[in-house]
């Protein structure tokens, strides 16, 4: 064989050679290469499998979803709440606004005649030429108006404060028989001023669900009604009538007595009967006593006396075994 023909075998050789070892590099590549993309993709399915079940138990997704869902509901609840509170102000305002309008009003009609009296007496005595008498008379006059005024605004102001709660009313269980003897004492110069008597029954003291001081005012402003229409030297009763679960304080008078339709109506504010004309008065001393006893879980009612007078009952809530004040 010539030089020729043994360098051209010994290339092919040498080529035949280097083709395998590439294919072999190759092939050895291509193993690596799969076994990576193998382990890659184990990875990734474990990573995807984990997901998976972190998704299935913990839900965030949901969960985000109703979190977002609660505090948007909690707003709009407090939001509505928000509303529903402006709407009751307001309704609050206005209807605190017509009864101020509405007292005043009661008031400016309530003061009217008492004031236009003082400044027609206040010109008398301007006037010259007066007797010391007649000066003396006109004082007197002025001065019973200006307390008839003073009166007629403390009642007002306390029924108000009464009205809304600014005022307590602070019942509780106690003896009746001082509250009674607070009320006669209060009216007791008027009604001496008039030769009138007021008698009370004996009775044995029991304890009743009020507030002393404020049940002593109502029960005077019942004894000072029966004052003010009943006869001079005629007598008003006072006396006890024990119930099941209330106890009546009956106070009777003597007078004309009240008509059957208007015992409803003079419990109302500034209600005047047809036959108080004449009168002292303004219609405020009734409703405030009902106003009081209403604050006491307690109710008064007035019917006809057998003396021909009224008969005003007061009833007042008895104590019960195991009551404490």
């Known amino acids: 064989m010539d030089m020729a023909g043994q360098w051209a075998g010994g290339a092919g050789v040498f080529w035949l050679v280097l083709g395998l070892a590439g294919l072999t590099a190759g092939l050895i590549s291509y193993v690596r290469c799969r076994r990576q993309m193998g382990r890659l993709e184990e990875m990734m399915a474990n990573f995807l499998a984990?997901?998976?079940?972190?998704?299935?138990?913990?839900?965030?997704?949901?969960?985000?979803?109703?979190?977002?869902?609660?505090?948007?509901?909690?707003?709009?609840h407090q939001l509505?709440?928000?509303?529903?509170r402006a709407a009751f102000q307001k309704e609050q305002a206005a209807g605190e606004r017509d009864q101020v309008a509405g007292l005043l009003?009661?008031?400016?009609?309530?003061?009217?005649?008492?004031?236009?009296?003082i400044v027609m007496y206040t010109e008398l005595l301007e006037e010259e030429n007066l007797s010391r008498e007649q000066e003396r008379s006109f004082l007197e006059e002025t001065a019973r108006q200006a307390r008839k005024m003073q009166w007629l605004i403390k009642a007002m102001l306390k029924a108000s404060r009464l009205e809304h709660g600014i005022i307590r009313v602070k019942p509780?269980?106690?003896?009746?028989?001082?509250?009674?003897?607070?009320?006669?004492?209060s009216v007791y110069a008027q009604a001496a001023r008039r030769n009138i008597s007021i008698k009370v029954q004996e009775f044995t003291d029991c304890r009743l669900y009020h507030d002393p001081v404020w049940t002593a005012e109502a029960l005077g402003n019942i004894l000072e009604n029966g004052i003010?229409?009943?006869?001079?030297?005629?007598?008003?009763?006072v006396?006890?009538?024990?119930?099941?679960?209330?106890?009546?304080?009956?106070?009777?008078?003597?007078?004309?007595?009240?008509?059957k339709e208007e015992y409803n109506e003079i419990f109302k504010r500034f209600y005047r009967?047809?036959?108080?004309?004449?009168?002292?008065?303004?219609?405020?001393?009734?409703?405030?006593?009902q106003l009081v006893l209403n604050k006491e879980k307690g109710y008064v009612t007035v019917k006809a006396a057998d003396t021909g007078?009224?008969?005003?009952?007061?009833?007042?809530?008895?104590?019960?075994?195991?009551?404490?004040?």
Not at 50 to 74: F, Q, T, V
Not at 105 to 117: E, I, M, R
């Open 50 to 76: 984990e997901g998976k079940d972190w998704r299935k138990e913990k839900k965030p997704d949901a969960g985000i979803s109703k979190i977002r869902e609660r505090r948007e509901s909690k707003l709009a």
């Open 80 to 84: 509505g709440l928000i509303l529903d």
């Open 105 to 117: 009003s009661d008031l400016s009609h309530q003061l009217k005649t008492p004031l236009a009296n």
């Open 172 to 185: 509780g269980y106690g003896g009746i028989r001082e509250t009674i003897g607070k009320a006669v004492t």
């Open 228 to 237: 003010k229409y009943a006869p001079e030297g005629s007598a008003l009763t």
């Open 239 to 259: 006396r006890l009538n024990p119930m099941e679960i209330y106890t009546g304080i009956e106070i009777e008078d003597q007078g004309t007595g009240i008509p």
């Open 273 to 289: 009967g047809k036959g108080s004309s004449g009168k002292e008065g303004n219609g405020l001393g009734l409703y405030l006593a």
């Open 309 to 325: 007078g009224s008969c005003f009952t007061v009833y007042l809530l008895n104590e019960v075994t195991g009551s404490s004040d």
